[in-house]
């Protein structure tokens, strides 16, 4: 019998997330519940949407998992917030962890942990609660993951990695091996890291930039 799940959300994120746990698991989505003030609709996907205020009374904790599907709004505190919350209700929580992945038995994950599409999570790597690795990321052994951090698409992270609470990394980031990303910062997407960041910092890649174009290239 399939398990009964409700997700914390009505953006992008829910929507993703209820496509991946009704074709990848054996959890049903029931619905879904978000602050009364953001609400936009009572119906997402056919679904029902509840008031976060309301979720104990519309899908009791004792009957359904939870899973926060709610992106890196705010530095990642409004995700914390709600499964805090969630938490404090009583609620259990769901793993979302891709068929596509590779997560290694020796690898210890916390709740409420998802692992996109071809990631790779290995030996030893500890990935706290509330945390999102995205596809096609690559977690090295011996790191860790503190609670609440985003790591949306192919961040590629060596050994003896630490990145702490609520960090958000880019896209497409390098991190070599023994580096701290200290808690609450934001690194840019493409962004390469050799070095330690201090807590609460803000590291953005240089970017492109447009080279000139040749005359033969402007034939093409």
Not at 196 to 217: I, K, W
Request: with cysteine; aromatic share 10%; net charge neutral.
């Amino acid at each position: 019998m399939p398990k009964q799940l409700v997700i914390v959300g009505n953006g992008q994120m829910a929507e993703l997330f209820f496509s991946h746990f009704t074709y990848d698991t054996d959890y049903r989505v029931a619905g879904f519940a978000v602050d009364r003030a953001f609400m936009t609709s009572d119906r997402l996907l056919g679904l029902p949407v509840a008031p976060f205020e309301e979720v104990e009374s519309r899908f009791a904790p004792g009957s359904f998992h939870a899973f926060v599907a709610i992106g890196p709004a705010k530095n990642n505190t409004v995700r914390a917030a709600r499964f805090l919350a969630m938490r404090q209700k009583g609620y259990r929580f769901a793993n979302y962890i891709s068929p596509h992945a590779i997560v290694s038995p020796d690898a210890r994950l916390g709740e409420n942990v998802s692992v996109g599409h071809f990631a790779i999570v290995s030996p030893w790597a500890r990935i706290s609660d509330n945390v999102h690795i995205g596809s096609g990321s690559s977690i090295g052994h011996h790191c860790e993951v503190q609670t609440h951090a985003f790591l949306p698409l192919h961040v590629i992270m060596a050994g003896s990695v630490v990145i702490g609470e609520r960090v958000f990394v880019g896209a497409g980031t390098t991190i070599r091996d023994n580096v701290s990303i200290g808690a609450g910062s934001v690194i840019g997407a493409g962004s390469a890291l050799l070095s330690d960041v201090e807590a609460n910092s803000v590291y953005a890649s240089a970017g492109a930039r447009p080279l000139p174009m040749r005359a033969d290239q402007a034939k093409l």
